[in-house]
């Protein structure tokens, strides 16, 4: 059994108790390290909460500009949407954290992690694979998974132990947030008919009604500027959050498969994720060719998978990476967007590596195209057609 324990740790009521609960029933110390992804909150109020509930010591590591540029940025480059929809925001934190938890464990001299996931949840399978991936000789415990307490429970034995905690029985929505986007789910969304209630949303909330076009630029396939200021990856995701959540734009309500095999009603917002997959996408439309363009949305649902599964550190990703990476060399330029109440769409898009000939293009007297050369590749091109409408169509009738 391990000695030294390294938690991920949220402040939350599950993982406080996790600190407690692993001291007594398994003779541990307990290491805390709590990521900060742009979820904010009161850093010095957490530590003392892990404190209080027994940890030797507690860790608080600013991830906010490497989870922008290390997880967000190739996401984005990838147009990853799990299921078509859902922009990874709790999957693409947990490799990250993982990482720093893994680097805790160096530095103390841990010889096991620890989550505070349940076993239903997809979470429990990217923490503890990223673990395997990145420290295979490292345990990991999953105190939650086992312990057998309710809600009420827990929320009784932080009492009897004089954690302080903010949880009450009243709680409905269990929520993850961070830089990329906001999850909410339980309370009455877990009947896939019940409308979510207006009150959960939080960066989607709407406050603007005139109309506004907003320009991304992006160097390579990563943005760089909103509206021809530099900024930095975590600001650039941060305005964007601001902006295109004013309009009351980035909520998705879904019916998803988790890992596990059950499928779950989730809700996010991710206004500023939408929005650069929204304006990304239309700009390899303008700047890939044809082919490459094709294949890269093939892979891109693959790629979803991955992160979504907990594979982030998997030859495959890896490979996929390589991939992505390549087809952004000419992903370069502007994309305009226009926002409008419960609205954004793109309206404009240029580059200088652009793909799209006007004068291949148009139909006035500025048309460089040879229409002459159109009748023998027509020709040619239907010539298995009618190959076959000669010899098999009639004679399947």
Aim: charged share 25%; aromatic share 8%; net charge negative.
């Amino acid at each position: 059994m391990a000695e030294r324990v390294v938690l991920a740790y949220s402040g939350g009521l599950d993982t406080s108790v996790a600190v407690r609960w692993m001291i007594e029933q398994w003779g541990v110390e307990v290491v805390t390290v709590a990521c900060d992804v742009g979820q904010g909150g009161d850093w010095d109020a957490l530590i003392g909460r892990a404190k209080a509930a027994g940890a030797s010591e507690a860790v608080v590591v600013d991830c906010r500009e490497e989870f922008a540029r290390d997880y967000c940025a190739p996401v984005l480059a990838a147009n990853a949407l799990y299921e078509n929809q859902y922009p990874l925001v709790s999957a693409l934190s947990r490799p990250l954290i993982t990482k720093h938890l893994v680097a805790a464990a160096r530095a103390h001299g841990a010889d096991a992690v620890a989550h505070g996931c349940t076993g239903k949840g997809n979470d429990q399978v990217r923490f503890e694979v990223s673990t395997r991936a990145l420290a295979p000789d490292l345990e990991v415990l999953a105190p939650v998974r086992v312990w057998g307490m309710t809600r009420e429970d827990c929320i009784a034995y932080a009492a009897e132990h004089g954690i302080p905690i903010t949880a009450t029985r009243e709680k409905l929505y269990s929520i993850d947030d961070n830089l990329w986007g906001r999850a909410i789910e339980c309370g009455e969304m877990e009947d896939p008919w019940a409308e979510p209630p207006a009150g959960v949303w939080e960066m989607t909330v709407p406050r603007a009604t005139e109309p506004r076009d907003l320009t991304i630029s992006f160097d390579a396939g990563r943005p760089v500027a909103v509206d021809g200021d530099a900024l930095a990856p975590h600001d650039l995701i941060t305005t964007l959050n601001q902006v295109v959540g004013s309009y009351g734009w980035g909520r998705l309500d879904m019916v998803e498969n988790r890992r596990v095999g059950i499928k779950s009603r989730e809700t996010y917002e991710a206004p500023g994720a939408l929005a650069l997959i929204t304006a990304h996408r239309d700009l390899e439309a303008l700047t890939l060719e044809r082919d490459l363009q094709r294949h890269k949305i093939g892979l891109e649902h693959r790629y979803a998978e991955l992160v979504y599964d907990g594979l982030w550190f998997s030859p495959l990703k890896e490979a996929l990476d390589a991939f992505v990476d390549s087809s952004q060399r000419f992903v370069t330029g502007d994309v305009r967007l226009r926002l409008e109440p419960g609205r954004c769409f793109v309206v404009g898009r240029r580059s200088p590596y652009s793909l799209y000939d006007y004068g291949l293009a148009t139909y006035d007297a500025a048309d460089s195209f040879n229409h002459a050369d159109s009748e023998g590749f027509v020709k040619l091109w239907g010539l298995g057609i009618e190959t076959w409408a000669a010899k098999q169509a009639q004679a399947g009738d």
